[in-house]
């Protein structure tokens, strides 16, 4: 997992609240058995007309916006589906990170097993944070994950908490699996007195 | 905002509490275990205190042990190809159960061939998966196949007390069991089936008190909608609902199902309910339900899963249900729903442009007009189908309303069983005579126009009455429109060719 450190790039504004991933990962890029492709079906409906063409008042087939390392987003950003097609599809597109209030819980979980940070600021601190981006000049950040900020092109920076545990997952791009496999021994002695006790779980 | 003035039901966010226990406990289980057990803990922690491999910050990070995990086709293949790639063993095969529900056909005689092929590849690999790592598969043609979260309660797969999850977010249903169990991605299926645990952030908690006595033909489908509406699609994000209350009680332990399974339509991460005397009658004659002296121990054990008097929650909900009525929703979120007597509101008494702008977006999706009347919308196609309500009472329920009528004229209505076990059953208590009689499509079961990852698509412009458990824009097909309700509104609405009050209904009959 390519770790997470410094990133700059720019940042679209999409505050629209609930986007669930079926908008953000439409059902027909589901049928495959691998991550590739897509890319291209990330927001499918909005990104695209229906004869296949850039749809021009989408905020991502804007300059500079098209060229997106983040998404500043509303509310319940990733609700609805498990589907981590919609984090794959965000992560081919080149989006790093996400800045929003909430996140539905399981899309969150996706994006930290993915290497795309999640930041959550305050409601006022997001509204602000919207307005900057949306405006042409405003719209390149920078994000500081080492010292928990986002940098403005004004030199405002704009401070956010994360748990240790996932600051250091993202930063060193850690294998999670690996990194549980070392508690190995304690997941079998865990789980030798948990069926003991509780047979019918065999 | 307020969709209907006609009634009020009020729910009181009565008061945030401090988190108890959680979090104060240090890195050594033991020490955090004998902690909690000195302090009144909800059931909630206690399902997390009982699973917990040990403690990984004092944020609140443990190793979660998981009991059993359900697979599908669709979100599992990449946590496979995980596994190959790393040279990686599946830790304990048969703690998994997998069942193709999502891309198969639910044509009314069985489709064994995947008919597309994105879905062939999909259940190919599957079935390889399954016997390359010795994981139980339900295809197809097997008798006990159906969507994943009615088969494995009706199988008895879960029981009381386990810690479940699987990769699809409706994995709240089985805390009606009084399991908990949740959705999680590919990656965790991965680390899941590598590990046997999940690196887990415990949840804040929150208990909704559901008070008083349903009105006549109100079911559990607009209890959770009439909560979600109540709370919002976010109300309940970062928390796990604890539900209960005496019309928890009242209710079946399927219509139990139905509440915990749309909770995530609210941000649940999981929602469930203790057990009781229902739940155990339920499970008893379960193929895999424990049996003779260790079902008695099994019982014992789950009389002690239950909130301590003195445990506080972070967050307490009391709902009163007297007077709320059959529940439709009429915008592209599952919050956005109102009575049947309501009308579709006006995005311009919102004060915040954001706000404002999304319920424009949602009336235009829609193609609706503030003011207008639910009832009386007409519809092209009626859906009874999905994890939410297709299971045998929702049958019932809908064949009550269905016998002797039919199908309004222009309205395809189709109903896809929660599984062949459902399936086979109507078949016998004569439901699905009626269904078909009245001029329903009586399918094969499978997950189908829940999320239309199959042939079962609607087209642009389509308005649908359905079952299932998601209003979102594109989710029964591109340009399609969804209204969500229960089972018995959805008859109503096919019997008649619009949304309308499934009580008028019955009084005619």
């Known amino acids: ?202 | 905002m307020r969709v209907d003035a006609l009634y009020r039901i009020d729910i009181l966010l009565l008061l945030t509490l401090p988190r108890s226990d959680r979090d104060a406990s240090g890195p050594e289980q033991q020490q955090g275990y004998e902690l909690a057990m000195s302090t009144p803990r909800t059931l909630y922690q206690k399902h997390i205190d009982s699973h917990s491999v040990c403690e990984l910050d004092d944020q609140g990070h443990v190793l979660l042990y998981i009991d059993r995990q359900v697979a599908n086709e669709y979100t599992s293949p990449q946590a496979f190809s995980g596994l190959r790639e790393a040279g990686r063993k599946v830790w304990r095969p048969s703690a998994t159960l997998c069942v193709v529900d999502h891309v198969n056909p639910t044509a009314p005689e069985r489709i064994a061939d995947m008919p597309d092929a994105g879905g062939a590849l999909q259940v190919n690999y599957f079935e390889q998966n399954c016997r390359d790592f010795g994981i139980e598969l339900f295809d197809v043609l097997d008798k006990r196949q159906g969507i994943e979260h009615v088969v494995a309660p009706e199988q008895g797969f879960i029981l009381p007390g386990m810690v479940v999850a699987a990769g699809d977010s409706h994995t709240t249903t089985y805390g009606a069991l009084g399991a908990f169990g949740f959705g999680i991605g590919t990656s965790e299926i991965e680390h899941l089936l590598a590990t046997q645990t999940l690196v887990y952030k415990r949840l804040k908690t929150m208990r909704v008190t559901v008070e008083g006595e349903p009105g006549p033909g109100l079911v559990s489908k607009d209890i959770i909608m009439e909560l979600i509406r109540q709370i919002g699609a976010a109300g309940a994000t970062g928390y796990a609902i604890e539900f209960t209350g005496p019309a928890i009680s009242a209710v079946s332990v399927e219509a139990r199902m139905t509440i915990c399974n749309m909770a995530v339509e609210a941000g649940a991460r999981g929602a469930f309910m203790a057990p009781d005397d229902k739940v155990y009658a339920y499970l008893q004659d379960k193929p895999r339900a424990p049996k003779g002296a260790q079902w008695q121990a099994a019982v014992e054990q789950w009389k002690t899963l239950f909130t301590d008097p003195d445990a506080s929650f972070d967050k307490e909900v009391h709902m009163h249900v007297a007077d709320v009525q059959p529940m439709v929703t009429w915008g592209t979120s599952p919050d956005q729903a109102a009575s049947i007597t309501g009308v579709v509101p006006d995005p311009m008494q919102e004060k915040d442009l954001i706000l404002r702008q999304d319920l424009q977006r949602a009336l235009r999706y829609m193609d609706l007009q503030p003011g207008t009347a639910l009832e009386g919308i007409r519809i092209s196609h009626a859906f009874i189908g999905s994890c939410t309500n297709a299971r045998i009472e929702d049958l019932r329920d809908a064949a009550r309303v269905v016998s002797g009528r039919k199908v309004a004229a222009g309205v395809r209505a189709m109903i896809v069983p929660g599984s062949t076990m459902v399936r086979d059953q109507a078949e016998s208590e004569g439901l699905a005579q009626i269904f078909r009689d009245a001029g329903f499509e009586w399918r094969q079961s499978g997950c189908s126009m829940c999320l239309a990852m199959n042939d079962d698509v609607l087209s642009p412009g389509d308005r649908c009455a359905s079952s299932t458990n998601r209003n979102f824009e594109g989710r029964q097909g591109a340009g399609a429109r969804t209204h969500l309700m229960s089972p018995a509104m959805v008859a109503a609405a096919a019997v008649t060719g619009h949304l309308v009050d499934v009580r008028s209904l019955a009084l005619e009959a």
């Not at chain 1, 058995?33 to 007309?49: E, K, M, N, Q, W």
């Open chain 1, 1 to 202: 997992m390519e770790p997470f450190k410094y990133v700059e790039g720019y940042a679209a504004p999409m505050l629209a609240a609930n986007v669930d991933t079926d908008v953000i990962m439409p059902k027909q890029f589901l049928k495959g058995i691998d991550r590739s492709g897509l890319d291209r079906g990330v927001f499918f409906d909005l990104r695209f007309l229906l004869d296949g063409t850039p749809n021009p008042d989408f905020v991502l087939n804007q300059d500079p916006w098209n060229t997106s390392t983040f998404l500043v987003v509303g509310p319940n950003f990733g609700c609805g589906s498990s589907r981590e097609h919609a984090v794959w599809g965000l992560k081919q597109l080149g989006i790093r990170a996400l800045i929003g209030t909430t996140f539905a819980g399981i899309f969150y979980d996706n994006c930290q097993r993915n290497g795309v940070l999640t930041i959550q600021l305050s409601p006022a601190e997001l509204k602000e944070l919207g307005h900057v981006v949306s405006e042409r000049g405003g719209s390149c950040i920078a994000i500081d994950l080492e010292a928990q900020h986002i940098l403005l092109v004004d030199g405002r920076a704009i401070e956010f908490k994360i748990d240790a545990l996932r600051k250091q997952a993202l930063m060193l791009g850690l294998d999670a699996i690996g990194t549980t496999l070392q508690r190995s021994d304690d997941i079998r002695a865990f789980e030798a007195r948990h069926l003991q006790s509780n047979p019918w779980l065999v």
